[in-house]
Nanobody
């Protein structure tokens, strides 16, 4: 079982930056697993924005955030990060940290096995 706890959400004006953190109770040592950030805007479905290999440095991003968001991890601290720059009002959502066991870097929320409680990000224009 993996427990994930997010922090770092808040309110910011368009063009600003935020960094989300996710503390994982267990950092997977299996090569075929990964972590990701998933978001859900009000009235919309969940959208995968970024994922990173649990072992290794491979990453993947949704087109909507490419060039603005950066996913990273500190395995020694069992912590996952999402640096969000040039934020837009359409980035407003609940952001979830998630983990999955399986090959490949996924963005499909249905492929993730473990979820945190989420942290709210609000971007005003």
């Amino acid at each position: 079982q993996v427990q994930l706890t997010e922090s770092g959400g808040g309110s910011v004006q368009a063009g600003g930056s935020l960094r989300l953190s996710c503390l994982a109770s267990v950092v997977s040592r299996f090569r075929n697993s990964s972590y990701g950030w998933i978001r859900q805007a009000p009235g919309k479905g969940r959208e995968g924005v970024a994922s990173i290999e649990a072992v290794g440095s491979g990453t993947r991003y949704a087109d909507s955030v490419k060039g603005r968001f950066t996913i990273s991890k500190d395995s020694a601290k069992s912590t996952l990060y999402l640096q969000m720059n040039s934020l837009k009002p359409e980035d407003t959502a609940m952001y979830y940290c998630a983990a999955r066991r399986g090959y490949g870097l996924a963005l499909d929320p249905l492929l993730f096995d473990y979820w945190g409680q989420g942290t709210q990000v609000t971007v005003s224009s």
